[in-house]
């Protein structure tokens, strides 16, 4: 059983004197520092983040900021976040936005402080829903949901309309979670509007972000409305779950799938079993996490496909060689699209869609031979800009090209360059699902359609913890025809609220 991290601080240690840098005067911050506000001048409450990526540009590969009375140390460069990475010194630290989603999540495997034993019990119990075979059983499911897509692409294809992409990922991802994870099928293409459970997800995920950028002593005053508004987005959120759960009780069991393993499965050493309020809080991780980061994916990536005729091409010929005329390609398939699977790393490279990951120092420590960090000081590592290290990365690193993840070039950079998916134990547990389901998605809407961007847009990012595509519409036109699969019905709702 693999060991969960030992936790070196709890939910505080935001203020600068707790912060654990003993020579925090050598780091870098912004210029015209104002007291108390702290480094807020010409920043956008709504774009936190892309500021600061700014700021990162400008200042180098350790910086720091204030803000409110809270300071906080950014990182980086590849040689820091390496550094950073190395389990027997760091582990993960969840603070900022992360810690403001545990009044919804909980101890749940994304926002678990590490000494919490649900975690690790968790992780053992649900790793097996991962593995190959588990995969390969959750294809054919995946495969349901992208006809869903496709059948509402071809309509807007006939009528010479437009899709909204970031809406039509997130309508995809939420329905291929949803059902292979938990057998629930939340109708989301025969909305005209979103499911509320997304629309309560947005809410929650947004007023995360927004805590952090007002004085905590003022939230409950400045947030007022929003945080009933929260409160109203988390008891839907729990009672969406709730029935979810109550429903497959009522079934006497699924074939197998995460929540059958929530329910059934006791820990192979320990006989432990995942209580009730565990099972609500990894289901609605698992609802959120796995979806709204591979929507966000996916879209950046159709974005980039859309934009660059060249690689789309080559894209697109790769599909038709390695699939065929097959309707359907099998599990197999997918991971044989090796260019497809660049153009969505080099995608995750320029946005990574969970945007940065903190470390905390498990004792005493000097990063990269040069800052010294006291046990529980932490940092947080913004990862499109570790992305972009022109060490790593080249003079052209913020050019899109897929071949930058070609096998040798791969192999002549440094570790750690590339971590779209955090670091470590706490890595996210559903990697290869969330990356199997966007290869084979983006195969089959490359084989199926060109493209067409809106010669007019110019790449806008939102932010709510995760980053989206503003505003991204295109034109898909179909292909040559390609053999129609036979039509699936939607599974049925099984009562869990609308």
């Known amino acids: ?96 936005g992360i810690a403001n989603l545990r009044p919804v999540a909980g101890d749940g495997l994304f926002t678990a402080y590490n000494h919490e034993p649900n975690w690790q019990l968790a992780h053992d119990v649900l790793a097996p829903g991962f593995s190959r075979e588990a995969m390969a059983g959750y294809h054919p499911m995946m495969l349901a949901a992208a006809r869903r897509l496709t059948e509402h692409w071809d309509r807007a294809a006939e009528a010479g309309r437009a899709v909204d992409v970031s809406g039509d990922m997130t309508k995809l991802t939420l329905e291929t979670i949803a059902r292979t994870g938990f057998g629930h099928d939340f109708g989301s293409f025969e909305r005209p509007r979103p499911h509320p459970f997304v629309t309560a997800m947005i809410g929650t995920l947004t007023y995360a972000q927004r805590l952090n950028t007002v004085p905590f002593p003022l939230a409950p005053l400045l947030l007022r409305s929003a945080s009933r508004r929260n409160a109203a987005d988390i008891a839907f959120l729990n009672r969406t779950v709730d029935e979810l759960v109550r429903a497959r009780r009522a079934d006497g069991g699924g074939q197998g ?31 959120v996490a796995g979806h709204e980061t591979t929507s966000g994916a996916l879209s950046f990536a159709l974005h980039y496909l859309a934009r660059d005729p060249g690689v789309a091409a080559r894209a697109r010929a790769e599909v038709d060689r390695v699939w065929g005329d097959t309707a359907e390609p099998a599990y197999e398939q997918v991971a044989r699209l090796r260019y497809v699977r660049r153009v969505l790393d080099e995608s995750l490279r320029l946005w990574p869609t969970a945007p940065a990951f903190a470390r905390e120092a498990r004792q005493d420590t000097v990063l990269a031979g040069e800052h010294p ?95 989206m595509p503003e505003g991204l519409r295109l034109h898909p036109e179909r292909r040559t025809p390609v053999r129609e699969p036979v039509s699936e019905p939607p599974c049925p709702v099984p009562g869990a609220g609308d």
């Open 1 to 96: 059983m693999t060991q969960a991290p030992t936790r070196a601080v709890g939910p505080k240690g935001f203020r600068s004197a707790e912060l654990g840098w003993p020579e925090l005067d050598r780091i870098p911050h912004p210029p015209r520092r104002v007291p108390f506000l702290g480094d807020v001048l010409g920043v956008n409450r709504h774009t936190p983040l892309q500021d600061t990526l700014r700021y990162a540009r400008r200042l180098g590969p350790v910086f720091r900021r204030k803000a409110f009375g809270k300071e906080f140390v950014f990182v980086w460069g590849a040689r820091h976040t390496a550094d950073l990475a190395d389990e027997s010194r760091f582990a993960k630290h969840v603070g900022l």
């Open 373 to 467: 960090m006291r046990r529980g000081a932490w940092a947080l590592v913004l990862t499109p800009m570790l992305h972009r290290d022109p060490e790593a990365w080249g003079a052209d690193a913020e050019r899109f090209d897929p071949d930058r993840f070609e096998a040798p070039a791969v192999r002549s950079r440094a570790p750690h360059t590339f971590k779209p998916f955090g670091t470590g134990a706490r890595a996210c547990i559903g990697r290869q699902f969330a990356l199997h389901e966007a290869t084979l998605v983006l195969g089959l809407l490359l084989r199926r359609y060109e493209l067409r961007p809106d010669p007019a847009y110019r790449l806008r990012v939102t932010e709510r913890l995760t980053l």
């Open 257 to 287: 799938d995460l929540l059958d393993r929530m329910l059934e499965t006791a820990h192979p050493e320990t006989g432990e079993r995942l209580a009730a309020q565990n099972v609500r809080r990894q289901v609605i991780t698992f609802l």
